[in-house]
């Protein structure tokens, strides 16, 4: 078998988010399981995380999810503005003491979302959606609320009593290397952790994500506004609509929800200033852009459905828009790569790292698709760059092996393909990995 053709149909697809939460719950973290009090109420609730190991979830899975939607926009002052609402909002909220951090990312589709110890991330296509500062605070506000009751915590509880367990990782076949992330439904991991919230679980979190905003000084019909836009985005473009609220169709009652605790409970925090003209100050460098998220969008749209005709002027109208644009240059590339087009894909990805050299996923497609093109050397270049970033992904690791042999550096190959079959025993690349470490008298 020919290594180098065969490293070429292989590339590494993740574990959702929420297998991942379930494996460090389940094993990588601890095995306690048991009632708690809740933070948000007098009541208990089945937990199967202590605050403790909901911060080390954080830390382990977090970055990779970020690194997945394309890494924080890179401006200062964008992603501080993000934080001082955040802040204001989460000094108002049950657990203040969590390490709430906040970050703007350059994913094109609509959602935000948090880990259980409180990283958050939201995406530009979202962003610069918003009318003022009351929307974004009912935004922040509601996955504050998911932090505050505990809600992945108590879906941890709930997955170790049914016995929910996880799989390793996986590599699977792709003619490009990179085809698995054409299709939306998997790009879009944020989207499978928050699929297993409940109905309660979404209404308990506009709830308090409402009272945070109101406690903090926004008017309460900011997260009326909120819901409004995602119920117009429902009818509007329901293809890039993988947010909080689509996992369960309630958009409209929510809406109402919120409605009518604004003209009830919380009416006199209505005439309060929205901030409209504080958050247009603060977002103007993202919504000049606008034009380039909104083309990215239609690419990625036209890439799930296997349009790759529609999905280039998509991407090629967001580049002559914004050249220097990280995520269209990337998506641009995965594109071409899909469509076998692996010489020019290249040259887009090459193109991402230039534009932003400390994100990741740009530096692992430069290195497939140069193993695609037959250049070990490139190929090892870059992975070995993207393990630095975001080390602890055992196909890179395999992929790490696979340049290395080809560059005739057998005893370094023969130190990736054991550190792979350390993580991994099963599938192609293991047999392959052993077969080579058999073949060179490494093992018997």
């Known amino acids: 078998m020919d290594h180098q053709a065969f490293a070429s149909d292989l590339f590494h697809n993740r574990i959702t988010r929420r297998q991942v939460l379930w494996l460090l719950g389940a094993s990588a973290l601890s095995a306690a399981s048991g ?22 979830v954080d830390r382990k899975v977090a970055p990779q999810q970020f690194s997945q939607d394309l890494g924080p926009v890179q401006d200062a002052p964008l992603n501080q503005y993000l934080g001082d609402v955040g802040r204001r909002l989460h000094a108002q909220s049950h657990r203040p003491q969590m390490p709430y951090s906040y970050r703007v990312l350059n994913a094109n589709y609509v959602n935000a979302y948090t880990f259980p110890g409180g990283a958050m991330g939201v995406t530009r296509g979202i962003l610069v959606d918003l009318d003022d500062e009351a ?11 998911h932090v505050n009751a505990r809600h992945a915590a108590q879906r941890q509880g709930q997955a170790m009593v049914a016995s929910v367990a996880a ?12 085809g698995g992330l054409t299709d939306i439904g998997t790009q879009l991991g944020a989207s499978a952790l928050l699929s297993s919230y409940s109905r309660d679980n979404e209404r308990e979190a506009d709830a308090l994500g409402q009272e945070y905003m109101v406690r903090a000084g926004y008017p309460a019909s900011g997260m009326v506004g909120l819901q409004q836009l995602l119920v117009n985005q429902e009818k509007e473009s329901p293809g890039m609509l993988q947010t909080m609220f689509s996992t369960h169709p309630m958009s409209r009652e929510r809406r109402d929800t919120a409605k009518q605790l604004a003209e009830t409970k919380y009416a006199a925090s209505n005439g309060r200033d929205k901030g409209r003209e504080r958050f247009m100050d603060n977002t103007a460098s993202l919504r000049r852009i606008k034009p380039t998220i909104e083309a990215c969008q239609k690419g990625e749209v036209a890439m799930s459905r296997k349009d790759y005709g529609k999905a280039e002027e998509g991407f090629r109208t967001a580049l002559k828009a914004t050249p220097r644009d990280y995520a269209a240059n990337l998506l641009f590339a995965k594109c071409l790569s ?17 534009i932003y050299p400390q994100e990741a996923q740009a530096q692992k497609l430069v290195g497939v698709l140069a193993l695609a093109q037959k250049d070990p050397g490139t190929a090892y270049e870059h992975l070995d760059r993207y393990d630095r970033l975001m080390p602890g992904d055992a196909g890179v690791t395999f992929l790490k092996g696979v340049s290395l ?8 190959a023969a130190n990736q393909y054991a550190a792979y079959l350390k993580r991994t025993q099963k599938g192609q690349a293991a047999e392959y990995a052993y077969s080579r470490l058999r073949g ?3 093992v018997k």
């Open 35 to 56: 009632c708690a009090t809740s933070p948000v109420g007098s009541g208990s609730i089945l937990v199967g995380m202590s605050e403790d190991e909901e911060k080390a």
């Open 167 to 178: 799989t390793g990782i996986n590599i699977i076949g792709s003619a490009a290397g990179f």
């Open 440 to 442: 060179w008298g490494y």
């Open 338 to 354: 899909a469509q076998d087009k692996d010489a020019q894909a290249l040259e887009y990805a090459r193109a991402a790292t230039t």
């Open 135 to 145: 929307e974004l605070a009912a935004l922040l506000g509601h996955e504050l609320g």
């Open 405 to 412: 042999e080809g560059m005739g550096r057998r005893q370094e």
